[in-house]
C-alpha cells in the first residue's frame, strides 16, 4: 500500500471519516444545489448559477468521494477526489460573491467603491482562477507517494493566496457598506444611481436589502474561517492532529461551507433583486431591464457608462 493510501486510512480520527457525515453532506448540498439552480433559473441569475452551481456541484462531488474512501479506504482515488473537490470548491462559492459587489455598485453608484464594477469581476475572479488551478495541482502532485510534501506545498501557495484574496475583497466590501449608508444616513438617496431608482424603491428589494448584504458579509466570514482552517491544517501536515480529527472539518469545514449555501439560498440575488431584474457588467457599460407582467406596464430602459466609468 503506497503512502497516500495509508493517509487517506488516517485521514480522520486515525482511520477513516464517519459514512453519516459523508452522506449527510452529500443530502444537505444536493437540496442547496437544486435550489440554488431552480431559483437562478426562476429569477435569471445566469452568473450565480454557475458559480455556486459549479460550487455546490464540487461540494457534492467532493463528499461522494468522502463516502467512496469511507467505504474503500485503500483508494488513494477517492482520498484525491474529496482533497481536490472540497479544497477548490469555495472559490466558486466567491466568485459569485464577487460578482454581487460588482451589481451592488451599478445599483448604488460607482462613486461608493473604490474600483469600478467591472475592475471587480476581472480582478477577484482571475485571483480565484489563479487559486483554482494552483490548488487542484497541488492535490494532483500528492497522488504521487514520491512528491505528496512537493504536493502539499503548492496546496499551501494556492490556500494562502485565496485567504489574501478574500482579506483584500474584505476591505472593498466593508468600506463600500460603509460609504453607502453614510450616504444614505446624511443625504438620503440624493447621491444614489438615478438609473436604478426603480429597482431600489421595490417594496422586495427595501425589505430584503438589509438582510441581503448581512447575510453576504456573513458568508464571506464564513468561508474565510473555513479558508484560514484549511491554510493551518495543510500547513501543519497531513497526519497532524488538526488533520486527523472529523470533529474540526465537520466544523470549520462542512458546517462554514453548508452555512454559507443557506444563508445564500436564503438570500439568493434573484429573490432581492427581482425576476425580470438583469444587472450586466460589460466592458462598455451595463444594460438593465425591468418586465412587469399582468395588470403592470412593460419597462425597458438602457444606461451606458463612458468607457473610463467601467
Not at 40 to 53: E, M, P, R, S
Not at 236 to 263: P, V
Request: with cysteine; proline share 2%.
Amino acid at each position: 500500500m503506497d503512502t497516500i493510501e495509508l493517509i487517506s486510512r488516517k485521514f480522520i480520527d486515525g482511520d477513516t471519516p464517519k459514512l453519516a457525515s459523508g452522506i449527510g453532506y452529500v443530502i444537505v448540498f444536493s437540496i442547496f444545489y437544486t435550489i440554488n439552480l431552480i431559483e437562478c433559473v426562476y429569477y435569471h441569475q445566469w452568473w450565480f448559477l454557475n458559480t455556486w452551481g459549479i460550487g455546490l456541484l464540487l461540494e457534492i462531488i467532493g463528499y461522494s468521494g468522502r463516502i467512496w474512501y469511507t467505504i474503500n479506504d485503500n483508494s488513494s482515488k477517492a482520498y484525491i477526489m474529496e482533497l481536490v473537490c472540497i479544497t477548490v470548491a469555495p472559490c466558486f462559492l466567491m466568485a459569485g460573491i464577487y460578482y454581487i459587489l460588482a451589481q451592488l455598485i451599478l445599483i448604488f453608484g460607482n462613486h461608493f467603491s473604490f474600483l469600478k464594477p467591472m475592475n471587480y469581476s476581472l480582478i477577484f475572479i482571475i485571483c480565484d482562477v489563479i487559486s483554482i488551478f494552483v490548488q487542484a495541482a497541488g492535490g494532483g502532485i500528492s497522488d504521487a507517494p514520491s512528491s505528496r510534501e512537493i504536493g502539499r506545498y503548492v496546496m499551501i501557495g494556492g490556500l494562502a493566496f485565496q485567504v489574501l484574496t478574500i482579506s483584500i475583497f474584505q476591505f472593498f466590501w466593508y468600506s463600500f457598506l460603509w460609504k453607502v449608508r453614510k450616504s444614505k444616513k446624511e443625504f438620503n438617496e440624493e447621491q444614489f444611481n438615478p438609473i436604478y431608482h426603480e429597482l431600489r424603491n421595490r417594496k422586495k428589494f427595501k425589505k430584503l436589502i438589509h438582510f441581503y448584504l448581512l447575510g453576504i458579509s456573513i458568508t464571506v466570514i464564513l468561508v474565510y474561517t473555513r479558508s484560514i482552517y484549511r491554510l493551518i491544517e495543510t500547513s501543519s501536515g497531513w497526519l497532524s492532529h488538526l488533520s486527523t480529527k472529523e470533529i474540526y472539518f465537520d466544523i470549520l469545514e462542512g458546517l462554514m461551507i453548508g452555512l454559507s449555501a443557506l444563508i445564500m439560498v436564503i438570500f439568493s440575488p434573484g429573490v432581492v433583486y427581482g425576476k425580470h431584474a438583469n444587472l450586466y457588467i460589460k466592458k462598455n457599460g451595463f444594460d438593465y431591464y425591468k418586465e412587469k407582467d399582468n395588470d403592470f406596464t412593460t419597462i425597458s430602459s438602457t444606461y451606458e457608462y463612458k468607457r473610463n466609468d467601467l
